[in-house]
């Protein structure tokens, strides 16, 4: 157990300046909830050092999490709580204005979607003719346009929302950009079945940690895309 009375002064120097707080003392700070009777300050200390900043903890899967001593199902549980809170704030933050055209919004709200994935997911982002988001769904599997069924289950979702545009997106937890040939080639597909029905495909996005790389439009940035296809159809 930490030394008689350490808590409460933790507790009172984040009230007087959280911002001046340590990442190790705040990461031991939130930890004192589910952790009671151990030092979280030596648990706080392993974390980083094992995944590296804030960052790399939150994004930890539960698994890794529970590698570390002193970390159980709960503080682990309680750790992936937060991240899903700091990704849905992020979201929150993005959509307080247009996605597709506040410059670094729409890369920032993906890069928020795919926070703490350590598996390669999909999503799929449905715009109305004003170019409002009207949902975000996820798809089955990693990238979504494997098979002429996967490209169907697009198309039918585009039309029961009565979209007018689309933005599809992966993510590449390795943070390694590269775009394939399979990409391209099922991007242009998926691109040509929304064309027939009059909805725009406005990019195929590739996901990173650190980037957002447009597949359709690989000289644009994320906040790009939305500006420049907007234009395209005034």
Excluded at 33 to 46: G, I, Q, Y
Aim: charged share 25%.
């Amino acid at each position: 157990m930490p030394h008689t009375g350490h808590r409460q002064r933790m507790r009172s120097r984040f009230r007087q300046d959280a911002g001046g707080l340590c990442d190790h003392e705040l990461l031991e700070l939130i930890l004192y909830s589910t952790l009671p009777r151990v030092n979280t300050n030596e648990v706080a200390h392993a974390l980083l050092h094992r995944f590296g900043s804030l960052r790399g903890v939150l994004s930890a899967e539960e698994g890794e999490l529970r590698r570390i001593p002193g970390i159980g199902e709960n503080a682990a549980v309680f750790l992936r709580a937060v991240s899903e809170l700091f990704a849905r704030c992020e979201r929150e933050i993005c959509l307080t204005s247009d996605l597709l055209t506040s410059p670094g919004r729409l890369g920032r709200y993906l890069q928020s979607l795919f926070f703490g994935v350590s598996e390669e997911r999909s999503r799929m982002l449905l715009f109305d003719g004003a170019r409002r988001l009207i949902s975000c769904e996820s798809l089955e599997g990693g990238v979504p346009l494997e098979s002429a069924i996967s490209v169907r289950r697009i198309v039918q979702r585009v039309l029961d929302c009565g979209a007018a545009y689309v933005i599809l997106a992966h993510n590449h937890p390795e943070g390694i950009v590269f775009v394939s040939d399979a990409d391209r080639k099922a991007t242009g597909v998926v691109k040509d079945c929304l064309q027939n029905i009059g909805v725009t495909l406005l990019d195929h996005m590739i996901v990173t940690p650190e980037r957002c790389i447009p597949i359709l439009h690989p000289e644009k940035s994320g906040e790009q895309i939305g500006r420049a296809s907007c234009r395209e159809r005034v």
